[in-house]
């Protein structure tokens, strides 16, 4: 079992920044691949950002690229979300996720709760 526990959300005025962290805790951080989604009310849960185990590989929605950038410290098993110029549209519900195949296969082994991200006009 792998326990995922995010904070750094709240509430920003547009074009201003936010740091997601997500720390781990159980099985070991460094084995999974990681990854942000996003829900919006009434739609599919999606993936925005995901890094490999090792950092070697990230990726990246085309709505977020160049805003956003995911990060990981695997001595202090956290996962990061730098978010940038953030946009009302960003507003919502974001999750963080593990999974051995998350990147490759968008499969998710473990969920975090959740933070909301509400981003104001």
């Known amino acids: 079992q792998v326990q995922l526990a995010e904070s750094g959300g709240g509430l920003v005025q547009a074009g201003g920044s936010l740091r997601l962290s997500c720390l781990a805790s159980?099985?070991?951080?460094?084995?999974?691949?990681m990854g942000w989604f996003r829900q919006a009310p009434g739609k599919e849960r999606q993936l925005v950002a995901g890094?490999?185990?090792?950092?070697?590989?990230?990726f990246y929605a085309g709505s977020v690229k160049g805003r956003f950038t995911i990060s990981r410290d695997n001595a202090k098993n956290t996962l990061y979300l730098q978010m940038d110029s953030l946009k009302p549209e960003d507003t919502t519900l974001y999750y963080c996720?593990?999974?051995?195949?998350?990147?490759?296969?968008?499969?998710?082994?473990?969920w975090g709760q959740g933070t909301q991200i509400t981003v104001s006009s």
């Open positions: 159980g099985r070991t951080f460094s084995n999974y691949a």
């Open positions: 996720a593990a999974g051995y195949t998350l990147l490759k296969e968008g499969n998710v082994d473990y």
């Open positions: 890094i490999s185990w090792n950092s070697g590989g990230t």
